[in-house]
């Protein structure tokens, strides 16, 4: 299994960005987590294999339909223990 991180800068918190992306996750059989950051970014964890990968940085960089997604950065990460994909604060 790899494990990567994306940050998405743009108009991407307060327009369910984290919820949609969990939902997008759950459907791809990724596992990981989504933060809002401090910076107002928004950064993802996630597991599993490329062709998930793929999809979700696809559709990272629209977003939920409100979102105004102005880069996504990537790189690879370590692999973590999680179970599924969630939310965090």
């Given at each position: 299994?790899?494990?990567?991180?994306?940050?998405?800068?743009?108009?991407?918190?307060?327009?369910?960005?984290?919820?949609?992306?969990?939902a997008k996750a759950k459907?791809?059989?990724?596992?990981?987590?989504?933060?809002?950051?401090?910076?107002?970014?928004?950064?993802?964890?996630?597991?599993?294999?490329?062709?998930?990968?793929?999809?979700?940085?696809?559709?990272?960089?629209?977003?939920?339909?409100?979102?105004?997604?102005?880069?996504?950065?990537?790189e690879e990460a370590k692999?973590?223990?999680?179970?599924?994909?969630?939310?965090?604060?």
């Amino acid at each position: 299994m790899k494990a990567l991180n994306l940050k998405v800068t743009g108009s991407v918190q307060g327009v369910f960005f984290r919820a949609k992306t969990q939902a997008k996750a759950k459907e791809l059989g990724l596992t990981g987590w989504v933060r809002n950051c401090e910076d107002g970014s928004v950064e993802i964890h996630a597991q599993g294999d490329e062709e998930a990968f793929k999809q979700l940085e696809e559709w990272c960089q629209h977003g939920p339909e409100a979102a105004k997604v102005e880069d996504v950065k990537k790189e690879e990460a370590k692999v973590e223990d999680c179970s599924g994909f969630e939310v965090r604060c």
